[in-house]
């Protein structure tokens, strides 16, 4: 139990034999950390419970303190009251004990394992393009909340639906065959989904040109935008798809080849990986038959034109298109085949999509088909919607190729981490293997740690050189801690994480001092961070936290000393704070998909 948890049930309890006819929330006791400004370590708010116990804040206080301390005397050494606050002092027995038991855990804040299922559905590329810039926030928070959810006990499915079908695929086909002459990744030594990607551009190009043309010939430019011959032939190729023409799924089949190749190697160095791949070729069927099935329930409607649509407008919204007037499927149609295949296959308590806030309408809307359609997947569906990312120039656009790809972002980020390494001189005592290794690190560390610091829901723009600063709220900050301990174990002759350490001549004659107290303080929070991140669904808080912990920990050794330490007492405490510190950093910032140097 986190001592914020033990705090709480210690109040409600005083509060029962204080106020024992009067039944009390346990929403109405609120515990927080004090501020740094006061005197205590926890605070009990106290004007939520005034009105309802007809107390005034300070005597309410006063009786609450005192039945606190009185029946937890080895918890609480004290109480003050300030301004409709009850600030608790935490014993330094309770600190030493909990340091004791828990510095050389490797999995403090971990939760035991229980049955709810949770699918996290991330990354989700088309395969008409390479993984570029604007994937990556998707990618990285998706990955972060499924380690954060299994660290908390789910049982976790990291997902990753491809969209492997619809027009956007067949626009990459045309301009292929009509462009290509042939050309594979290995002719051209040009990575598969690289390759795809261009033609992808090729494609809006040659369509821009023939839209213009027939404008300046006397059409209007809505017209001119359906009847563009290469736009007719990518429809054309979507039915011929869709039918099963032999010689289309062939192509489509060999470019998705290569995509996916190059999808895996983008994956792999970037650490992310996913436990199940859906691929919309594979569900769209599905979905039809399904939309087939609410028709005849007369849930759903169908218009003249052959199309099949659902009506919205009781509950705020408009109608709509769910299957085409010629039989083909739009994106909702496959999105309500993946969602019965994904509880089907898994019976999901919780299916968890890392989408973009502009699919908040489509989200909004597949829930409330699969609810009137009576599917038992719909009460799980949440949509973890997130705000774009820019770069400093704007926002991209990949039709028109001007999006940043993912490697080169990547391989920028690394080659950021080695002139900065270099230019300050921190390249002796490596090897050229042991740098590169550390450029990496350093490079994606910072990548994703700048992703991930802002509250998913809000908008962001990306600065790669502020991303990497060593002394910002960066990942290159929290590395650099960690190797800083890492340096101090080495000296002190332990290892980064020692292995059944025990310190049996610790006996806590001394109170803990300032800097110490507040390190264990912020230790202790670890389990309390991993709740709010889970139930939030908001990894930010991690990065918070471990960027805190080590501002911390970097302000408690410039107080403390340890080799010179007063006492072998106090050197034994001071061992498991640093201990334990470098061990929440490694465990927080692994959620996260970072690595940790053990030098620098």
């Known amino acids: 139990m986190t001592l914020t948890a033990q705090i709480k049930t210690a109040t409600e309890a005083a509060l029962k034999s204080l106020f ?30 005034v009105k309802l116990l007809r107390q005034k804040p300070d005597e309410l206080g006063k009786q609450l303190g005192e039945q606190l301390v009185a029946d937890n005397n080895e918890l609480f050494a004290s109480f003050a009251i300030v301004s409709g606050f009850l600030n608790l002092t935490i014993q330094d027995t309770y600190w030493a004990s909990f340091l004791l038991n828990h510095f050389n855990d490797p999995h403090f804040g971990e939760k035991p394992k229980k ?3 949770v699918m996290v559905e991330y990354s989700s590329p088309n395969t008409n393009k390479p993984l570029h810039f604007g994937h990556l926030r998707n990618i990285f928070l ?117 995509v996916y190749k190059g999808f895996n190697v983008t994956y792999k160095r970037m650490g992310i990986d996913f436990d199940k791949f859906y691929y919309e070729s594979q569900t769209y ?39 085409r007037s010629d039989g083909t499927s739009v994106y909702i149609t496959q999105d309500i085949g993946t969602a019965k295949l994904k509880y089907d296959e898994y019976k999901l308590d919780q299916s968890i999509y890392v989408i973009g806030d502009e699919q908040n309408y489509h989200m909004q809307v597949l829930k409330l088909i699969m609810q009137k ?54 390249t002796d005592g490596f090897s050229q293997e042991e740098l590169n290794a550390l450029y990496e690190m350093i490079g994606l560390g910072a990548l994703k740690f700048y992703l991930l610091r802002v509250d998913p829901k809000k908008k962001m ?7 990497i600063d060593l002394h910002g709220f960066t990942a290159t900050f929290i590395q650099y801690a960690h190797a800083r301990i890492c340096s101090i174990l080495k000296k002190e002759g332990y290892e980064k994480m020692p292995k059944n350490i025990r310190f049996q001549t610790f006996q806590l004659t001394n109170a803990f001092l300032s800097g110490e107290k507040k390190l ?25 936290y471990a960027f805190q912990l080590a501002q911390v920990f970097n302000s408690f050794y410039d107080q403390h000393s340890i080799s010179q330490a007063e006492s072998q007492e106090k050197k034994h405490l001071r061992l498991m704070l640093i201990i334990m510190t470098a061990s929440i950093l490694r465990h927080s910032m692994k959620l996260l998909g970072i690595s940790l140097p053990d030098k620098m």
């Open 20 to 49: 024992p006819k009067i039944a009390i929330p346990e929403n109405l006791i609120a515990v927080n950390q004090t501020k740094p400004e006061f005197i205590g370590d926890y605070t009990v708010v106290l004007f939520p419970l």
């Open 115 to 117: 049955d709810k299922r």
């Open 142 to 258: 998706g990955y972060a909340v499924a380690e954060i959810l299994k660290a908390t006990g789910n049982q976790v499915i990291k997902a990753n639906l491809i969209n492997d079908r619809g027009i956007h695929i067949c626009k990459s086909m045309i301009a292929w065959m009509d462009y290509a002459n042939g050309a594979t990744p290995e002719s051209t030594q040009i990575k598969g989904d690289h390759l795809v990607g261009d033609y992808y551009v090729k494609f809006n190009e040659v369509y821009k040109e023939q839209v213009k043309t027939l404008v300046s010939q006397g059409m209007e430019e809505a017209q001119a935008e359906k009847e563009a011959p290469i736009m007719k032939a990518a429809q054309d190729l979507l039915r011929k798809w869709e039918a099963g023409d032999a010689a289309t799924y062939d192509l489509w089949k060999q470019m998705n080849v290569w």
């Open 285 to 323: 069927l599905l979905g039809k038959a399904i939309i087939e099935q609410g028709l005849q329930k007369h849930v759903l409607f169908q218009k003249e034109d052959g199309s099949i649509w659902i009506d919205l407008s009781n509950e705020g919204l408009d109608q709509k298109l769910l299957l």
């Open 373 to 426: 359609l009576n599917e038992p997947s719909a009460n799980g569906i949440h949509h973890l919607s997130y705000g774009m990312v820019e770069l400093p120039s704007g926002r991209m656009k990949s039709r028109e190729g001007t999006v940043v790809d993912a490697d080169d972002m990547v391989a920028e980020m690394v080659a950021l981490a080695k002139t900065q390494t270099e230019e300050a001189g921190k």
């Open 461 to 467: 723009i990306f600065n790669p050189k502020e991303s």
């Open 520 to 544: 264990v303080v912020m230790l202790e929070q670890y389990s309390n961070v991993l709740e709010e991140a889970t139930k939030e669904l908001n990894p930010s808080a991690i990065c918070n």
